[in-house]
């Protein structure tokens, strides 16, 4: 994509000056910095951080810096915000290992969440915005940052010199100067982020090996970089109403902008405009033209509509209760207790949605306190301190179904199947024994 040489000469000077604050930022101690020691205790001893085992959750609002010296431990925001005075790192750790920092808002620091020689750590639901750079790591490998909100500041998401094998996934990345910015580091994803709203949605300096796909970059005024930045793959992401799309600077060879016929490459708004005269080819959603970005970047197979992740089915347990059925009792109900897996909240469960065996609708009536009462229907059924979700079908339908599919089977496999409120769909299986007294069908009186 051609643009002025003013322009270029623009971009330049901008990537210069990132990299000269992404390199030159310096912890900095105030007075009063929190430190969570290598021995578990938290200095001083009086802050609002309460250590529980290997978590340490926040209990009211920080006015200062966290430092963690401790690994193997998980930090709790618990919604509470860590608020600097435009100086200094939020959070800040140096050659760390296994260290989660969640649900936190952090605002106004130089440096939002500042990692580095930092190992397999964990950013996730955090809320860091208004600050010169978000989250910020160098010389670190294997961590991953997700589910974030990044916003309004200077750099949004900065992974640097030397960092490799990197995950940035599944966050909200918008009014940013920067919003992603991979320098001088490999092998690592960038997958279904939202990049609306900023200048500059992803730069890549000195950059290799990297994945990106199932990413919206929405509204910038340049939504790709790539400057000396080979063999990089990038496929299935929308790039949106952007005033340019991809710019080029330089030594960027053999990156790949599709995944092949017919799984196809990118969205590109502007492309009916630039190809009036391109056509579907064979049905398949791509068109028959290549998206040309420069001599060496095409996009041989680009989407002619946005491309849409198609959600992973959820892998439920489920518990049927009575686990051994006698289909002639008298019963009303079959109980169904549905456990989802970690960071699946069964609140979320659509109870609408769900059917057993593709066919049998649970009770739905509101009459009914197990329906309406969420401290009937959320129990831990299995003591196992996690919550499930109750729902009970009638035993009379569920007698007649296995009737008429499996006759006189005894272990017959009944299937939950339903979606979370997000459209995410789940699945359970479950064996039961069915039995009838004097070996009567339950339809043969």
């Known amino acids: 994509m051609e643009m002025k040489a003013a322009s270029g000469m623009m971009l330049t000077l901008l990537l210069t000056s990132m990299l000269t604050l992404a390199f030159g930022i310096q912890p900095v101690k105030a007075s009063e910095t929190i430190y969570i020691m290598a021995d578990g205790s938290v200095n001083p001893s009086n802050a609002p951080i309460q250590p529980d085992g290997d978590t340490y959750t926040l209990t009211a609002d920080i006015y200062d810096s966290i430092v963690v010296e401790k690994d193997n431990i998980i930090v709790e925001g618990n919604g509470y915000t860590l608020q600097g005075t435009g100086n200094g790192n939020g959070f800040q750790l140096f050659g760390r290992t296994n260290v989660t920092i969640r649900n936190v808002r952090i605002t106004q620091f130089s440096t939002g969440i500042f990692l580095s020689s930092s190992h397999d750590n964990i950013m996730t639901k955090n809320v860091v915005s208004s600050n010169t750079q978000g989250i910020n790591m160098g010389w670190s490998e294997n961590n991953t940052i997700s589910g974030n909100t990044v916003a309004s500041n200077t750099g949004g998401i900065i992974v640097y010199q030397g960092s490799e094998n990197v995950t940035v996934k599944d966050n909200t990345v918008t009014s940013n100067t920067f919003g992603i910015d991979l320098g001088m580091a490999n092998w690592c994803t960038v997958a279904d982020n939202n990049l609306t709203n900023n200048m500059f949605g992803v730069w890549l300096d000195h950059s290799s090996n990297n994945t990106f796909f199932g990413n919206v970059i929405k509204n910038s005024v340049l939504a790709m970089r790539l400057n000396d930045s080979p063999e990089n793959t990038i496929y299935h992401n929308n790039f949106i109403d952007n005033t340019n799309q991809v710019y080029i600077v330089e030594e960027s060879f053999n ?97 609408s949605t769900i059917l057993l065996n593709g066919t049998i609708q649970p009770i739905l009536d509101p009459k009914y306190g197990f329906v309406t009462d969420s401290s009937e229907y959320l ?63 339950p339809c043969k009186r």
Not at 311 to 322: C, G, K, N, R, V
Not at 392 to 397: E, H, P, V
Not at 415 to 439: C, E, M, Q, V
């Open 255 to 351: 990156n790949v902008w599709d995944d092949g016929y017919p799984s196809g490459g990118n969205y590109w708004s502007d492309y009916s405009a630039r190809y009036p005269d391109a056509q579907e080819l064979d049905d398949s959603g791509i068109w028959d033209t290549s998206y040309n970005i420069d001599e060496n970047n095409q996009d041989n197979y680009p989407l002619m509509e946005p491309w849409t992740a198609t959600a992973p089915t959820i892998m439920a347990s489920l518990d049927i209760e009575p686990d051994t059925l006698n289909l002639e009792s008298k019963g009303k109900w079959i109980e169904a207790y549905i456990q989802l897996p970690e960071d699946y909240n069964p609140e979320d469960i659509d109870a």
């Open 379 to 441: 129990v831990d059924h299995d003591n196992d301190g996690i919550l499930e979700r109750m729902l009970k079908f009638d035993r009379a339908t569920l007698a007649s179904w296995i009737h008429q599919s499996v006759g006189m089977q005894s272990d017959v496999s009944l299937t939950i199947t339903g979606k979370l409120r997000d459209g995410t769909p789940f699945t359970g299986t479950y064996k039961i024994s069915a039995i009838w007294t004097n070996h009567r069908h």
